[in-house]
């Protein structure tokens, strides 16, 4: 499927707070608090001068265990994705506030609520990045822990979705307030919704996956799609599937936004910052987090291998639990198997391998060839935006804004204001028709 566009496509941009994550240079002097408010504030402060789309929050509702013991980068605390998107409102003025909350382990009605009050609170800036869980070790922090198959977060979540805006639809708007039911599979709910509607209508709703479930989730029920992927070819692919999944349920090209998340490293040279790059990649890349990577693939101890060595000639253990609380990456019989082929074919140690083979798209450059690149993934169809994700916190978008945006607005690729009030307006996108 082709996707026919002006050659001036705008591109959306988003910032995503780095927090406990193999991305963030810890060693480096300028990482500052994950958790302290001055961080989160000076993130959203500086991608809305960059004039972005919206900040952006993952969520971890349980401290991920490796081996037994609680992994290193979760003990700098999680703190809960709404709570701080509330206080950030108090702070910002147009920039959309988007919070990753989990359908597997929350309610509708409540959800619904919290979201619409954030809502209210930013004048229409809220954004819901909806993400699922069958997993038994976050679910025992639940009442109903690990409950749900994993056949059935998809369902759920659907569901989720399709009854937090019956609740956000049940006010109309010029503010009548009217009963709500809700009969399904997952949710039996009936009763008046306490928040009139919000100035946007609903909540952005945001996707993060890229299984078929995932892809068909994204195109019936969301406006944006949060994804990875390593190359304009596969960004290519992506963007063609799942636009092509739009028209079954009603929907245009124009209302379902693609945001891949990637890395962006500056220099005043290629070489420069090629140099930088690798020297980032190194530090995240420790020899021990070097065999972490290849404990959660192959599923058993390694702590014996050295990093700069050779692969493992042993095969993955299938429904390992030596990692708890984060997600196993698909087929690892086959990822271990493509990891020693790259480590053969370049002649790479364990620590070059997934330093190599694990990294975030990246663009790397001179801000006038990372400019060109970003704009090109949008020309041609790989992308509608990017989710920035920057290795250094709070601090790490202050280059990008100071030296890509001007150049993206110089090439007539990105806004020089914000043109609306609502994360909507910044998207491009259309408010929900409402019931009178």
């Known amino acids: 499927m082709t996707v026919r566009r002006p050659s001036r496509r705008q591109i959306h941009l988003a910032a995503h707070f780095p927090g406990v994550n193999s991305t963030t240079v810890w060693a480096d002097p300028r990482s500052k608090s994950q958790i302290g408010f001055s961080s989160f504030e000076h993130l959203a402060r500086t991608a809305e001068r960059g004039l972005f789309d919206f900040f952006f929050l993952a969520e971890g509702l349980r401290l991920?265990?490796?081996?037994?013991?609680?992994?290193?980068?979760?003990?700098?605390?999680?703190?809960?994705?709404?709570?701080?998107l509330n206080a950030l409102a108090a702070v910002t003025?147009?920039?959309?506030?988007?919070?990753?909350?989990?359908?597997?382990?929350?309610?509708?009605?409540?959800?619904?609520?919290?979201?619409?009050t954030l809502d209210h609170l930013s004048g229409g800036r809220a954004a819901w990045n909806v993400v699922t869980s069958s997993d038994a070790f976050t679910g025992e922090n639940f009442r109903r822990g690990g409950y749900l198959d994993r056949a059935d977060r998809y369902t759920r979540a659907a569901e989720f979705v399709a009854a937090a805006?019956?609740?956000?639809?049940?006010?109309?708007?010029?503010?009548?307030?009217?009963?709500?039911?809700?009969?399904?599979?997952?949710?039996?709910?009936?009763?008046?919704?306490?928040?009139?509607?919000?100035?946007?209508?609903?909540?952005?709703?945001?996707?993060?996956?890229?299984?078929?479930?995932?892809?068909?989730?994204?195109?019936?029920?969301?406006?944006?799609?949060?994804?990875?992927?390593?190359?304009?070819?596969?960004?290519?692919?992506?963007?063609?599937?799942?636009?092509?999944?739009?028209?079954?349920?009603?929907?245009?090209?124009?209302?379902?936004?693609?945001?891949?998340?990637?890395?962006?490293?500056?220099?005043?040279?290629?070489?420069?910052?090629?140099?930088?790059?690798?020297?980032?990649?190194?530090?995240?890349?420790?020899?021990q987090n070097a065999i972490l990577a290849l404990e959660q693939i192959w599923g058993t101890d390694l702590s014996s291998y050295d990093p700069d060595g050779p692969f493992p000639d042993?095969?993955?253990?299938?429904?390992?639990?030596?990692?708890?609380?984060?997600?196993?990456?698909?087929?690892?019989?086959?990822?271990?198997?493509?990891?020693?082929?790259?480590?053969?074919?370049?002649?790479?140690?364990?620590?070059?391998?997934?330093?190599?083979?694990?990294?975030?798209?990246?663009?790397?450059?001179?801000?006038?060839?990372?400019?060109?690149?970003?704009?090109?993934f949008v020309r041609q169809d790989a992308a509608d935006g990017f989710v920035l994700v920057p290795h250094l916190t709070p601090g790490g978008l202050d280059e990008f804004v100071d030296r890509v945006v001007p150049l993206l607005q110089e090439r007539g690729a990105f806004r020089t204001e914000y043109r609306g009030t609502t994360l909507r307006s910044h998207l491009g996108l259309s408010d929900p028709a409402g019931k009178e």
């Open 165 to 287: 805006r019956e609740l956000w639809d049940s006010w109309t708007p010029d503010g009548l307030s009217r009963p709500f039911a809700h009969r399904g599979q997952h949710f039996d709910i009936a009763g008046e919704f306490t928040v009139p509607r919000s100035p946007q209508g609903h909540p952005v709703v945001i996707q993060a996956g890229d299984s078929g479930e995932g892809r068909e989730f994204a195109a019936r029920t969301a406006d944006v799609i949060f994804t990875r992927h390593g190359t304009l070819e596969d960004g290519r692919a992506f963007y063609a599937d799942v636009k092509g999944r739009l028209a079954k349920y009603g929907r245009s090209v124009d209302d379902l936004k693609i945001m891949p998340g990637v890395s962006v490293v500056l220099g005043d040279t290629a070489a420069e910052a090629q140099e930088r790059a690798a020297e980032i990649r190194r530090q995240q890349v420790s020899p």
């Open 93 to 116: 003025e147009r920039i959309g506030l988007a919070a990753t909350v989990n359908a597997t382990f929350n309610e509708p009605y409540e959800l619904a609520r919290r979201l619409a």
């Open 314 to 376: 042993s095969d993955p253990v299938p429904e390992s639990s030596i990692t708890q609380g984060r997600t196993r990456r698909g087929d690892t019989v086959a990822m271990a198997e493509k990891w020693r082929a790259l480590s053969r074919e370049k002649g790479l140690s364990i620590r070059q391998t997934v330093i190599e083979a694990s990294g975030r798209q990246s663009f790397i450059g001179t801000p006038e060839a990372v400019a060109a690149e970003l704009e090109t």
């Open 64 to 84: 991920r265990e490796h081996k037994g013991r609680i992994h290193d980068l979760d003990v700098v605390g999680r703190p809960e994705s709404l709570t701080v």
